[in-house]
Nanobody, 123 residues
Framework: QVQLVESGGGLVQAGDSLRVSCAASGPSFSSYRMGWFRQVPGKEREFVAAISWSGGMTNYADSVLGRFTISRDNTKNTLYLQMNILKPEDTAVYYC????????????????WGRGTQVTVSS
């Protein structure tokens, strides 16, 4: 089992950049496909980005394509999400998650979750 802890969230202005991280503990981090999701109150958890075990393949939601970049450092057991040109609609709690499958976009395909980090973008 892997434990996931997100960090790096905060309050920024529209147009700013922010990088959130996800530190993993436990065995075999490099064997998991990893993803980022986000959620606002009253709405379902929304897929943001996913990355393969090696980092060689990625997948993004249309709403963040070209602005966000997912990456991982398997030597540090850490997942990253670089967010550029942030918009107020990016405001949400951001969660990292681990999957045994492919570049899954559904929350139900992920088996381990962190507790999230709040990102707030002011206009």
């Amino acid at each position: 089992q892997v434990q996931l802890v997100e960090s790096g969230g905060g309050l920024v202005q529209a147009g700013d950049s922010l990088r959130v991280s996800c530190a993993a503990s436990g065995p075999s981090f490099s064997s998991y496909r990893m993803g980022w999701f986000r959620q606002v109150p009253g709405k379902e958890r929304e897929f943001v980005a996913a990355i393969s075990w090696s980092g060689g393949m990625t997948n993004y939601a249309d709403s963040v394509l070209g602005r966000f970049t997912i990456s991982r450092d398997n030597t540090k057991n850490t997942l990253y999400l670089q967010m550029n040109i942030l918009k107020p609609e990016d405001t949400a709690v951001y969660y990292c998650a681990a999957s045994f499958g492919g570049l899954a976009t559904k929350a139900g395909d992920y088996v381990y979750w962190g507790r999230g980090t709040q990102v707030t973008v002011s206009s």
